[in-house]
Nanobody
């Protein structure tokens, strides 16, 4: 079973950029579709982006389209989330997730079987 560990969170000023990483171990990373989600205090979990097993297809939430980019390295067993133009409302815990259906770019959290613990991003105004 795959284990996921996120890194790269922290404190950044509004308008800044940050790249999150999610390292996978214990499974064949290239078999999984991957997704990024976030959850802010008092809010529901929100889908951000997904990428299929080869990286040939991606899917983005409207709230981050054009600002965030998901990509992966199957040689490094890592999926990334490049975030530009950060806003205070982007403050949340960011989690990556793996979908056993590697061809999916689903936005539904229930479609992802494996989750990381998350990394905190705080955007100051």
């Amino acid at each position: 079973q795959v284990q996921l560990v996120e890194s790269g969170g922290g404190l950044v000023q509004a308008g800044g950029s940050l790249r999150l990483s999610c390292a996978a171990s214990g499974g064949t990373f290239s078999n999984y579709a991957m997704g990024w989600f976030r959850q802010a205090p008092g809010k529901e979990r929100e889908f951000l982006a997904a990428i299929n097993l080869s990286g040939s297809y991606t899917n983005y939430a409207d709230s981050v389209k054009g600002r965030f980019t998901i990509f992966r390295s199957n040689t490094k067993n890592t999926v990334y989330l490049q975030m530009n133009g950060l806003k205070p409302e982007d403050t949340a815990v960011y989690c990556c997730a793996a979908n056993d259906n590697g061809y999916s770019t689903s936005s539904r959290a229930s479609h992802y079987e494996h989750w990381g613990q998350g990394t905190q991003l705080t955007v100051s105004s």
